[in-house]
């Protein structure tokens, strides 16, 4: 799982779309409560993005690549050469395909990371997973955590204070290791080919099969 936490911070999307489930929130200014609700209603009116994408990892190395969002529960994050990295959603399944290595991981939607950056529903006012708020001149910094998925890591989320939109995310995953991932020419509203989240199942099931009997 811990290529998914990577890719969440890698392709970020942030996509954008936290869907956090609503609870006792912690005791936010009025000025953090009026961030998350401006926040959340941005998101909330977001349905397509796609742009280009940097992710450093723990050890500062760096990947790029493109990504495209269309929520709910779709995403791809495409790598650039030399790296021959998939990260799609369906809206069902997430698969992680790296053609290099001739492997396909698929894991259900629900069970990664990545349905908080997918889910159309929003209420970050009143979520028990956000855990802090910073609002400065420059940015909005939120921060998320869910011990269930994402096994005592964090979800820190970078947001332009004048638009709101989602700029840059980091995952810190269990052993305090940081994936960051930064968004640029991003463009939203635009649709996006159905083609672009398709998973062939059969094709991933025959090459996990070809795998087993190569071992």
Request: no cysteine.
């Amino acid at each position: 799982m811990r290529i998914l936490s990577k890719t969440l911070a890698t392709m970020a999307v942030g996509v954008v779309a936290l869907g956090l489930a609503a609870g006792s929130a912690f005791a936010f200014t009025a000025d953090q409560q009026q961030a998350l609700a401006s926040i959340s209603a941005k998101l909330a009116n977001l349905k397509t993005m796609h742009g280009e994408f940097i992710q450093f990892g723990p050890t500062g190395e760096k990947s790029q690549g493109k990504f495209y969002i269309e929520r709910p529960g779709r995403i791809l994050f495409d790598y650039d050469p030399p790296s021959k990295l998939k990260v799609k959603s369906d809206g069902k399944s997430v698969l992680v395909r790296d053609a290099s290595m001739k492997t396909d991981d698929l894991w259900p939607l629900s069970k990664t990371p990545l349905k908080f950056l997918l889910d159309d529903q929003l209420n970050l006012a009143k979520s028990s997973r956000v855990r802090g708020v910073q609002v400065e001149s420059d940015l909005i910094q939120v921060v998320v955590v869910d011990d269930a998925q994402f096994g005592g890591g964090t979800l820190t989320l970078f947001f332009d204070p004048s638009t709101y939109e989602l700029r840059q995310w980091t995952v810190r995953d269990a052993q305090g290791l940081d994936t960051t991932v930064a968004l640029y020419n991003v463009e939203t509203g635009r649709p996006l080919s159905p083609e672009l989240f398709k998973i062939n199942y059969s094709g991933v099931t025959n090459r996990a099969r070809e795998r087993s009997l190569g071992d």
